[in-house]
């Protein structure tokens, strides 16, 4: 289903990314469910937002890392393919 890239399964780069940022974001709510003030709460919120923002950004690297490398091996295959036929 996932492709080696660099050495690594994609499936586990993305699960790995992603089941440390759930982490990062129930503890950020957490944070902000037990802050006592407003600036805390705000300054909370932004580090979820950046994190989410974080996981959107390495979801989109890694499967566009993903999609280059398929595209790379269907070319090689190709010109293996005329190669042959020649």
Known sequence: MFDVIFGYN????????????????I??????????????????????VLG????LSANYVVLEAQR?????TAAQEDKEGREKAD
Do not use: D, F, K, P
């Open 52 to 55: 989410a923002g974080m996981a």
């Open 68 to 72: 280059m490398n398929n595209e790379r």
């Open 10 to 25: 994609v499936g586990n780069v993305l699960l790995t990314v992603n089941a440390s940022l759930v982490v990062i974001g």
């Open 27 to 48: 503890v950020m709510l957490i944070l902000i469910w037990r802050a006592q003030t407003a600036t805390e709460q705000l300054l909370y919120g932004g580090y979820l």
